[in-house]
């Protein structure tokens, strides 16, 4: 009876804390806006070179907006991860952390971007930087 009382509590309490996770999360996550949106990217190169796109769309998030500029000219490449698409490549060039300490940087109007590209809201006028990024150890 002591060991049915015990697990029951253990679930039980399993389940409140996934309820309050998903509260939180649906409290907090980003806000989306649809429509029409004009949406520019900015790509800087290991190099400095800066490539520049304009793009209408209605995507709602970044990772929309980049395969929307794919007709462009943009390329990109990633891997899914825990965190949504982790980006490596951009137009051709690779960023490798263990070679040089280089990601490609996110930022949105001036200021990092706080979510990942499957997760970053876009909003009309938005101005988006992708830039190689060599992490100063």
Same mark, same amino acid.
């Given at each position: @009876?002591?060991?049915?009382?015990?697990?029951?509590?253990?679930?039980? !309490?399993?389940?409140?804390?996934?309820?309050? !996770? $998903?509260?939180?999360?649906?409290?907090?996550?980003?806000?989306?806006?649809?429509?029409?949106?004009?949406?520019?990217?900015?790509?800087?190169?290991?190099?400095?070179?800066?490539?520049?796109?304009?793009?209408?769309? #209605?995507?709602?998030? !970044?990772?929309?907006?980049?395969?929307?500029?794919?007709?462009?000219?943009?390329?990109?490449?990633?891997? #899914?991860?825990?965190?949504? @698409? @982790?980006?490596?490549?951009?137009? $051709? #060039?690779?960023?490798?952390?263990?070679?040089?300490?280089?990601?490609?940087?996110?930022?949105?109007?001036?200021?990092?971007?706080?979510?990942?590209?499957?997760?970053?809201?876009?909003?009309?006028?938005?101005?988006?930087?992708?830039?190689?990024?060599?992490?100063?150890?």
């Amino acid at each position: @009876m002591k060991k049915n009382k015990k697990t029951f509590i253990a679930v039980f !309490l399993f389940v409140l804390v996934i309820a309050v !996770l $998903g509260g939180v999360y649906y409290f907090t996550r980003p806000e989306t806006v649809s429509g029409k949106k004009q949406i520019e990217i900015v790509v800087i190169n290991k190099a400095g070179e800066e490539t520049s796109y304009e793009v209408s769309t #209605e995507a709602e998030y !970044l990772l929309g907006v980049l395969e929307d500029a794919k007709e462009q000219g943009l390329t990109f490449e990633g891997n #899914e991860g825990d965190y949504g @698409m @982790m980006i490596d490549t951009v137009n $051709g #060039e690779t960023a490798v952390y263990t070679d040089d300490g280089g990601y490609w940087g996110f930022s949105v109007n001036g200021a990092y971007c706080e979510y990942g590209v499957s997760e970053q809201p876009v909003v009309d006028g938005d101005k988006f930087e992708i830039k190689y990024t060599i992490d100063e150890k």
